[in-house]
């Protein structure tokens, strides 16, 4: 039977008992029920005056991972890791608050809890964003080895270092910087810079473990040093 076949069948099955009681929450700690049949036979076979109701509803945002992180330090890795996310946000399904995820329906009877579930096969596939996200990286990292990890990092650490060496030229070849007296007048000249160009100081803030701002300030003073 089919979702939709079970969802309009338990609906218009419990409009016809005397109570139906929609609730928010459910404990499923009880008896579970294997088919939707064999539950509506025993509400019938025991007289069940109310039954309890839950449709869980789907929502997009919850299944979402989150794309503006480092998720590996090496950035080859860490991009195919980000592009496989992307990938996955856009799989999931529309919303559709009239489609139900996941129906159950419980009564209680003698003090036990009988109930009867069933999951929406369109969102079958679905599984939590945390155990989706380890698929990912498993995905990406399990066929690497750690030699090929480190060669990865070696090429991006000198790569890294060739464009702080062009924006270090940059810097010091401008004329704000090079007429800079002293460190504050450096620090003005830095934050200026950056607004500027934001790129730049992304480039020392990854080749470097030092503030950037700092790092032109350090330039500076060894740039008066040797031109005095």
Known sequence: MAFED???NIKSKVATMEATVRVDKIQQDGILIHTVED???LCSTL???IVFY???SYDPESYLIRTDREYHNVKALNDEIINKIIGYNNSLPGFNSDEPIQLIVYQVCFGQI??????NERYLHLVEPDIELENIILDVTENISDQEINDLRNQEIKANRN???E??????NHKVFQAATNEASTKEFAISFFDEYPEYYKVINKAQHIHPIKYVINLGIKYRK???
């Open 6 to 8: 079970t969802y309009n």
């Open 226 to 228: 040797a031109n005095k």
């Open 163 to 165: 464009q702080l060496s």
């Open 39 to 41: 539950f509506l036979k």
């Open 167 to 172: 924006v270090v030229e940059i810097i010091t």
């Open 54 to 56: 839950q449709y869980i």
């Open 47 to 49: 007289k069940s005056e």
């Open 114 to 119: 009988y109930f009867y579930y069933e999951v």
